[in-house]
């Protein structure tokens, strides 16, 4: 039986060729601790139907090429992580990895400032 795994769509810079982020969470064999690590796949998208950040099915196949081991199924979602106004690789890679939270706005105390006091 060949696997099926799902991951995100991490380059789509070669063509009919997708590179796709499998994430998984395992216990450490030792200390317990739950641990997250990622594989990397080369997927064969014939058509070139899965855009960056999509999320994807994938199946195992024969090899293809040197790395492609992998063919597209089907496309779960699409955009699950989205792009940057530039459309840069690294901001799916950052998204990927951990999502980052922006610290809240300060907002002036009741003494009477004014924001722009509140900043400096």
């Known amino acids: ?61 024969r090899p293809l090429s040197r790395t492609k081991r992998w063919r597209l199924v089907r496309i779960v979602e699409t955009n699950v992580i989205p792009v940057s106004q530039h459309g840069d690789e690294q901001s799916v890679q950052a998204g990927l990895t951990e999502a980052q939270e922006t610290p809240p706005e300060r907002e002036p105390e009741e003494s009477g400032e004014t924001p722009e006091q509140a900043d400096s």
């Not at 994430?23 to 601790?33: E, I, Q």
């Open 1 to 61: 039986m060949k696997k099926k795994l799902v991951g995100i769509v991490a380059s789509d810079k070669m063509d009919k060729t997708r590179r796709v982020e499998v994430k998984r969470l395992f216990p450490h064999p030792k200390y317990g601790k739950i641990v997250s690590r990622r594989t990397v796949c080369h997927v064969h998208d014939e058509n070139n139907e899965s855009k960056l950040g999509d999320k994807v099915e994938i199946i195992e196949s």
